[in-house]
């Protein structure tokens, strides 16, 4: 069986990892439990209700959101909806392919849309205008611009900083009429909660928070837990394979929750300079 220059380059970098990690150190020099650098810039985009960057290291994602009116679904007619998008640009990687979404970018909105879901992040019976024939729909576009590893928190990150920052028009019913006036007041989006992803990778028997790309490629195990101010988790992503011991899950929720506090404010600081 012949073996490929990238199988062989992956294998190199592999020891050379797994050999910096016996000593507690990675190959950019930050410790086990630390992130890259962030920065956070919210009102990016004039023509979005809401919206953020992010750059995590060299990971670059950019999110927009967008206000509109539909119906609410059929089994939550009291509830707003809102739905998250990912779109993997091919600029941002030699991997990302255009076309339709694939699995990367399907389980990035997922994990996303679940973490903001789940923690009951934006109060979805107050974006309801008539119940059960008329609420707000809440698009969240994420569009990952660079890719060095860590999408999922990037991605997190940037979609509640674009929720915090979203304002949407106020609007008049006519029970009469039937006819829906939109006003030129705005009321900020009614979110409650912040939950933000912290993301771990398992390389041999190490396991390291905001993993960048190079380690990813070789991690043999990736877990993302998703925690609110209050520590409740919204959220857990396994992906990549591996296995992770209870011992090794139960620290990857305590250190979320500390490393979300940190991540969190952040993010209300930038939400409230923007």
Known sequence: MEVS????????????????????????????????DLEIKVNVIEKAEGSAWVRLGNTQVLVGVKVDMGEPFPDLPDK????????????????????PPDENAIELARVVDRGIRESGAVELEKLVIVPGKLVRVVFVDVHVLDHDGNLLDATGIGAIAALLSTRVPKVSYDDSTGEVEVLEEYDPLPVSRVPIPVTFAKIGSTILVDPILDEERVMDGRITVTTDENGMISSVQKGEGGSFKLEEVMYAVDTAIQKASELRERILKAVGSG
């Open 5 to 36: 220059e990238m199988d062989v380059m992956a294998g190199i970098m592999r020891d050379h990892i797994l050999n910096l990690l016996k000593e507690g150190k990675r190959v950019d020099g930050r410790g086990l439990e630390d992130y890259r």
């Open 80 to 99: 707003g909806v809102i739905t998250t998008n990912v779109e993997l640009v091919p600029l941002a990687s030699p991997s990302f392919e255009p076309g």
